[in-house]
């Protein structure tokens, strides 16, 4: 199939850019997803999902040369991508509604740690190194720093043991095994990540109309749910599939734990939340955690075993 001029032109600026900065790109874009929460709050979480998806799938259009028939993929790998997408943003919301809410984000962080974790599970021919585990833990526990140090929770949630924490840590495997899954199958086009997220977004806005009362929304909310899907709910799904074609998935794990402490920097500077000591000492803990896992050394693996797991188109 001849590639359109825009096509090959994105094709050319994803191959001329490293893994890990794309993939900074995804976490950065990831880091304004809270901000931005902020600000919807009012907005049901399955409707606000549903409409921002529905924004970020557009992008395929451009990046396939507004040619569909590169959004085609097997059955199965429609399947992973919309279990990676829905599944996650299902179970998470299900979890936030369970659960308390920086219990369950806690344990929805782990994901990064089970990127790292599984990796050598699900990608044959990659190794665990004592420094991806060492750097892992640390990157969670400073995750875990940036978020118990939020503010207490409100007064009427659940205390003690709930079935929100199990869905939490559902939505974490979910989401490190669409992450990893997606170099076993069948090479497919970054475009159709636009097709997980159209379907994605159809389903989701199935459960707003099953499970939501229904809202009216303002001309701000549409222009902060656009931004919303041009931005971490679009825009970072494509950075993150073109990292994870070509990067470390061990290395990319370690730097997502970037995530929350972008988010709360943001949440800091626009005067949502106060600075404290914590969030330094956080903010050490993570950085370490990146610049200890992503060494040239930690990636060192015998006979180059990454290289097999690359797929090209």
């Known amino acids: 199939m001849p590639e359109t001029p825009q096509h090959s032109q994105t094709a050319s600026l994803s191959s001329r850019l490293p893994p890990s900065l794309l993939a900074l790109g995804a976490i950065l874009l990831w880091g304004t997803l809270a901000a931005l929460g902020v600000a919807l709050a009012h907005v049901p979480p399955f409707l606000l999902t549903g ?73 044959p021919g990659l190794r665990l190194r004592r420094v991806h585990i060492a750097a892992a833990l640390l990157g969670f526990a400073g995750a875990g720093v940036v978020i118990l140090a939020g503010p207490a929770e409100a007064p009427g949630r659940p205390s003690g043991w709930s079935w929100g924490y199990l869905l939490a840590l ?65 825009a970072a799904f494509f950075l993150w599939d073109m990292a994870l074609k070509r990067g470390d998935p061990r290395q990319i794990g370690i730097l997502s734990y970037l995530t929350p402490l972008a988010s709360t920097a943001l949440l800091v500077l626009s005067g949502e939340r106060a600075f404290s000591w914590s969030i330094a000492l956080a903010a050490l803990m993570i950085v370490a955690a990146a610049l200890l896992g992503t060494r040239p050394s930690a990636a060192a693996d015998p006979k180059a075993a990454l290289k097999s797991e690359v797929q090209q188109p």
């Open 51 to 123: 409409l921002a998806l529905g924004v970020g799938s557009l992008l395929a259009l451009p990046l396939s040369g507004f040619d569909l028939k590169r959004w085609r993929v097997p059955p199965a790998t429609l399947a992973l991508g919309v279990g990676g997408l829905f599944g996650f943003h299902f179970l998470l919301f299900m979890a936030l509604r369970l659960a308390p809410p920086v219990q369950a984000n806690l344990i929805n962080y782990l994901w990064p740690l089970f990127m790292v974790l599984l990796s050598p599970l699900l990608l």
């Open 170 to 234: 559902l939505s974490a495997l979910v989401w490190a095994s669409y992450s990893l899954l997606t170099r076993r199958v069948a090479h497919f086009q970054t475009a159709a990540i636009g097709g997980f997220a159209l379907v994605s977004a159809l389903l989701s806005l199935v459960c707003h109309a099953a499970l939501e009362p229904r809202v009216a929304l303002s001309l701000r909310d549409l222009l902060l749910i656009a931004a919303l899907g041009l931005g971490p709910m679009g």
